[in-house]
């Protein structure tokens, strides 16, 4: 899960390394994920999605990656660049059941020229 | 592309004023969101509306009203601000149905003085 308190947790990379940001989830049921960039003083952007009868999904440069078996998602980003920094979260929902998404506290990127 | 827009990116209101904060989507969306977000506290789910005139409290609705006459408007009240209601507020939309991604807006940023 993700830490309590007023830090979110931060991942610093180089620019052109790889970057793998890492959410857990709580509803076994929940079958549809979304993960969704935050830049500084704008709102989230969505990224990229997966349903649970999928394991993984590609993007442009992004890549999710499911684990229904210990309730983890991941998202992968490729050749990271400035660009990228930002807070990434993870949001999950059960389409059977809660009709409102849980969202992530998120995770701060710092992508180092 | 789905376009969500807050009217009004910042604003400073007294405490005890009447504060609306308007947010129009252009997709034909069934279901609008307000959300307020803390450091520390990620996103806090305050009303949502899954369809005209319609509205269900959120997690935190305390000192908030809704308002949705129209498909594409929805509006946040604040009754009477109080300092403790200074924070960012995002309203978000989504097609009917729960496995459907959720679209922000850029965010209002409010501070009550």
């Known amino acids: 899960g993700e830490s309590v308190g007023l830090h979110l947790p931060t991942l610093s990379v180089q620019e052109g390394d790889n970057s793998i940001i890492n959410c857990a989830y709580s509803n076994s049921a929940s079958d549809y994920f979304i993960w969704y960039k935050q830049e500084s003083g704008k709102g989230p952007q969505f990224i990229i999605d997966i349903r649970s009868n999928m394991d993984k999904r590609q993007g442009q440069r992004v890549t999710v990656l499911l684990n229904k078996t210990v309730k983890h998602l991941s998202l992968q980003i490729a050749a990271t660049q400035p660009g990228d920094s930002a807070v990434y979260f993870c949001a999950e929902n059960n389409s059977g059941g809660s009709y409102i998404p849980t969202f992530g506290r998120g995770t701060s990127l710092i992508v180092h020229p | 592309d789905v376009k969500v827009t807050q009217s009004s990116r910042y604003l400073v209101k007294r405490t005890g004023e009447k504060v609306f904060l308007e947010c129009v989507q252009d997709?034909?969306?069934?279901?609008m969101f307000w959300y307020r977000q803390d450091p520390g506290l990620g996103l806090r789910l305050i009303y949502f509306s899954y369809d005209v005139k319609m509205k269900e409290k959120g997690d935190i609705p305390e000192g908030y009203s809704v308002s949705r006459e129209k498909k594409e408007r929805f509006s946040l009240i604040l009754e009477s601000a109080s300092t403790n209601q200074t924070s960012m507020y995002l309203c978000a939309s989504r097609p009917r149905g729960s496995g459907n991604t959720i679209y922000f807006g850029e965010g209002s940023w409010l501070t009550v003085v």
């Open positions: 997709m034909d969306h069934e279901n």
